[in-house]
């Protein structure tokens, strides 16, 4: 069974800095997808980046990127130019391909940006 | 941009009612899903949803839940016999593919049973 760790259960950053955000997963599978959500004080799930593991390239979407050691099956989240929008939870999650359609949560980062 | 949209955003039930939560999809969207998250722990996988049958549900998924696709837009979860423990948020979310094509989320329903 697949497991994600997300080993820091807060963190808080300055308006404009840069944080990263950890996590690690477990898996058998040689082809998935990794993904970032975001949650808001509103509780909606929103989709920040996704990467598919037989890419190489790191995704980027805009001021989020990650960085994804697939032998080391890390997978963090770089934030730049952080802005107080950004104060969320932050999930990551694995999504399989052998069959089972289901996304595995780790239990979230709490970011907190600063002004 | 196309959303998924649940109703209703909050929903107080008594304990040993039935409730059912609905759900619209994103509109070309084949593959949904149930999770839920209950209040300061993470999300967790319900069921899936595939070509009007389960495609797999979790442990949490008992017989007091169930799922349907009454037409061609809605998508329903209902609890036969809420328990004190079913309090949670529920999400829905769609797919266009299989293979975990990114999920995409509703805005949740905040179930409150007393």
């Known amino acids: 069974a697949q497991t994600v760790t997300q080993s820091q259960p807060e963190m808080s950053v300055q308006e404009a800095e840069t944080v990263t955000l950890s996590c690690t997963y477990d898996?058998?599978?040689?082809?998935?997808?990794l993904f970032w959500y975001k949650q808001p004080p509103s509780r909606q799930m929103i989709l920040v980046i996704r990467?598919?593991?037989?890419?190489?390239q790191n995704a980027t979407e805009n001021r989020f990127s990650v960085n994804f050691q697939k032998a080391a099956k890390s997978f963090s989240l770089k934030i730049s130019d952080s802005q107080l929008g950004d104060t969320a939870m932050y999930f990551c999650a694995f999504g399989g391909q052998g069959g089972s359609e289901k996304l595995v949560f780790g239990k979230g980062t709490k970011l907190t940006v600063n002004p | 941009e196309p959303e998924v949209t649940q109703t209703p955003s909050h929903q107080v039930t008594q304990m040993g009612q039935e409730v059912i939560l609905r759900c619209v999809p994103i509109s070309n969207h084949l593959y949904f899903y149930w999770y839920r998250q209950i209040l300061g722990q993470k999300v967790e996988f319900l069921v899936s949803?595939?070509?009007?049958?389960?495609?797999?549900k979790s442990e949490i998924f008992d017989d007091q839940f169930s799922v349907e696709r009454p037409d061609g837009s809605n998508f329903t979860l209902k609890i036969r016999s809420t328990k004190l423990e079913d309090s949670a948020m529920y999400f829905c979310?769609?797919?266009?593919?299989?293979?975990?094509?990114?999920?995409?989320f509703g805005d949740g329903t905040r179930l409150s049973i007393l």
């Open positions: 979310a769609s797919s266009a593919y299989r293979g975990n094509q990114p999920q995409h």
């Open positions: 990467q598919e593991a037989y890419k190489q």
């Open positions: 898996t058998s599978e040689n082809n998935y997808y």
């Open positions: 949803f595939y070509n009007n049958e389960i495609s797999e």
